[in-house]
């Protein structure tokens, strides 16, 4: 997978300091103003005065799932149990749903035989769809879907949809960011991956201004660094 350690040091920098929004009920609901994320201390706390709650036990197993992707395993294992707990009692919540299949991918990483990988990433990919078909307006879903997608190798054929999910979620950026139904980081995410993307293309100038977009929309955040060191280094 490239580029995976460098993604993933990303991936949860930019969330586990984003808001994190309760699954919704369906079968649809307004989107909810997002929450801030609270460290996986509080969280663990909260779940231990009421342990049935759905919503506490799904903001807990997104942020240990965060951390696994910055390479705990231990956390990323428990996340993965607790998912797969939920997505058996909220098969038509997206949320879960997308962020077991992101699990799901992550475990294939981890895992030792080449068989162990394609079935867990094929599983995990079959669910980030199921998210997506559950919930195609949903950004959060779709950029969980890419960024899950995006560093998958050439054979899983991924890379055209997960360029669809970036330019999904960067064509809407601006107004879900001025709503609130975003936060301005995972929209930075979307546009820099969006060049990524377009840069694979050999169309520089338009992942430029992507990343310029990237660098804007949320400055300072992990996603604007990058894009700014990429724009820097186009420049030298």
């Known amino acids: 997978m490239k580029n995976g350690i460098f993604l993933a040091a990303i991936l949860v920098s930019v969330i586990l300091n984003s808001r994190a929004s309760p699954p919704p009920t369906p079968p649809a609901a307004p989107v909810p103003v997002r929450e801030a994320a609270d460290p996986i201390e509080v969280l663990e706390a909260a779940l231990k005065d009421n342990p049935r709650d759905p919503h506490a036990r799904y903001r807990l197993a997104r942020a240990l799932h965060l951390k696994g992707v910055d390479e705990d395993e231990e956390s990323a294992e428990r996340a993965l149990g607790m998912l797969e707990k939920l997505a058996a009692e909220e098969a038509e919540n997206p949320l ?131 894009a700014a060191a990429k724009l820097e280094s186009d420049d030298r």
């Open 96 to 226: 879960v749903i997308a962020y077991f299949g992101s699990a799901k991918i992550l475990k294939a990483k981890r895992a030792l035989l080449p068989w162990q990988k394609g079935k867990l990433s094929n599983s995990g990919l079959e669910l980030l769809d199921r998210a997506v078909e559950l919930a195609p307006g949903d950004l959060e879903v779709r950029f969980v879907r890419g960024i899950s997608s995006y560093p998958l190798p050439f054979f899983f054929g991924r890379g055209e949809q997960a360029a669809e999910d970036f330019d999904f979620v960067a064509g809407k950026a601006d107004e879900a960011v001025a709503s609130g139904k975003i936060d301005p980081a995972i929209a930075a995410g979307a546009f820099y991956y969006r060049g990524l993307c377009l840069d694979d293309d050999d169309r520089i100038d338009e992942a430029r201004g992507a990343w310029a977009k990237a660098t804007a929309i949320a400055p300072g955040s992990p996603f604007a660094r990058a």
